[in-house]
């Protein structure tokens, strides 16, 4: 197994280029086609839409954008040596991603970041919930490449963590160390349901691997995965992320977004 299509959005913003780096690692690292995807929706203030000189200024102002981001992805992309594709539409990031996912094998994104709304860039929550598709979210500050070389994975015996160990497996087939970590509050060790299964699945693909049992110290879970990832030098976590829809916007729960806001580390997220 393997990842053939690695999917990224790309803005004219400069902030772009970490998430854009280490999209291209990872398509160079699986020998994958790399999919840029530049997507932009009309932001009205909420008076003055009906103002057509305005409208056409805000669609001008897209098109700008749409243009610049293909400019830039071309750019770093050129004479990578690897094979591309790229998309343009205006149109809001979240529903165009969502699309365009079902092209693609994993997607990389960013963490979000202060001044830009969901016009300019889409949610992790939308990618993670609303695609089908594993997400590869980046660190906040890059300082180095991913090596995936010691992996963890935040286990419960759910759903979405199983189709996360599924989605990870051309990782996990590549690591060192894999260490399958199931954070149990005292005397509940029944939380650890399937651990010594999913150990013993990931041995027949060959993985070196070992199962954990991590009594809960810190207040949040997210603390402790992040505790254990630093033990083992992991600097990447797997984790199956836990949503719903509220009033028609995605939002993601406890461990998940307490990883997204918090960790260092980059996190592949499967729902």
Same mark, same amino acid.
């Not at 690695?6 to 400069?14: E, G, I, T, Y």
């Given at each position: 197994?393997?990842?053939?299509?690695?999917?990224?959005?790309?803005?004219?913003?400069?902030?772009?280029?970490?998430?854009?780096?280490?999209?291209?690692?990872?398509?160079?690292?699986?020998?994958?086609?790399? +999919?840029? %995807?530049?997507?932009?929706a009309?932001?009205?203030?909420?008076?003055?839409?009906?103002?057509?000189?305005?409208?056409?200024?805000?669609? =001008?102002?897209?098109?700008?954008?749409?243009?610049?981001?293909?400019?830039?992805?071309?750019?770093?992309t050129?004479e990578?040596?690897?094979?591309?594709?790229? $998309?343009?539409?205006?149109?809001?990031? /979240?529903?165009?991603?969502?699309?365009?996912? &079902?092209?693609?094998?994993? +997607?990389?994104a960013?963490?979000?970041?202060?001044?830009?709304?969901?016009?300019?860039?889409?949610?992790?929550?939308?990618?993670?919930?609303?695609?089908?598709?594993?997400?590869?979210?980046?660190?906040?500050? $890059?300082h180095?490449?991913?090596?995936?070389?010691? +992996?963890? $994975?935040?286990?419960?015996?759910?759903?979405?963590?199983?189709?996360?160990?599924? /989605?990870?497996?051309?990782?996990?087939?590549?690591?060192?160390?894999? %260490?399958?970590?199931?954070?149990?509050?005292?005397?509940?060790?029944?939380?650890?349901?399937?651990?010594?299964?999913? %150990?013993?699945?990931?041995?027949?693909?060959? $993985?070196?691997?070992?199962? &954990?049992?991590?009594?809960?110290?810190?207040?949040?879970?997210?603390?402790?995965?992040? =505790?254990?990832?630093?033990?083992?030098?992991?600097?990447?976590?797997v984790?199956?992320?836990?949503?719903?829809?509220?009033?028609? =916007?995605?939002?993601?729960?406890?461990?998940? =977004?307490?990883?997204?806001?918090?960790?260092?580390?980059? +996190?592949?997220?499967?729902?």
């Amino acid at each position: 197994m393997s990842y053939k299509s690695v999917l990224v959005h790309v803005s004219p913003d400069p902030s772009c280029g970490p998430c854009l780096t280490t999209a291209e690692q990872l398509a160079r690292r699986f020998q994958a086609t790399l +999919i840029g %995807v530049a997507a932009e929706a009309l932001d009205p203030p909420a008076t003055g839409f009906e103002d057509g000189l305005l409208f056409q200024t805000l669609r =001008e102002q897209v098109e700008s954008d749409l243009k610049a981001a293909e400019a830039c992805f071309q750019e770093r992309t050129s004479e990578s040596g690897l094979s591309t594709q790229w $998309i343009a539409v205006p149109g809001a990031p /979240d529903r165009v991603m969502a699309l365009h996912a &079902r092209g693609a094998d994993i +997607i990389v994104a960013s963490r979000p970041k202060e001044g830009f709304g969901a016009s300019l860039l889409p949610r992790v929550a939308s990618l993670v919930l609303d695609t089908a598709v594993p997400v590869l979210v980046t660190p906040s500050h $890059i300082h180095h490449e991913l090596s995936a070389q010691r +992996i963890v $994975i935040g286990w419960k015996d759910t759903r979405e963590t199983r189709r996360a160990v599924s /989605d990870a497996l051309p990782f996990l087939e590549k690591a060192k160390q894999v %260490v399958v970590a199931a954070v149990c509050k005292e005397g509940r060790s029944d939380e650890a349901t399937g651990l010594d299964e999913i %150990v013993a699945r990931l041995e027949r693909h060959g $993985i070196a691997v070992e199962g &954990r049992l991590v009594p809960r110290k810190a207040k949040r879970v997210a603390d402790d995965l992040e =505790e254990i990832a630093h033990d083992h030098a992991a600097d990447l976590l797997v984790i199956g992320a836990y949503g719903h829809s509220r009033l028609r =916007e995605w939002a993601l729960g406890g461990v998940t =977004e307490d990883l997204i806001d918090r960790s260092s580390r980059y +996190i592949l997220f499967s729902h």
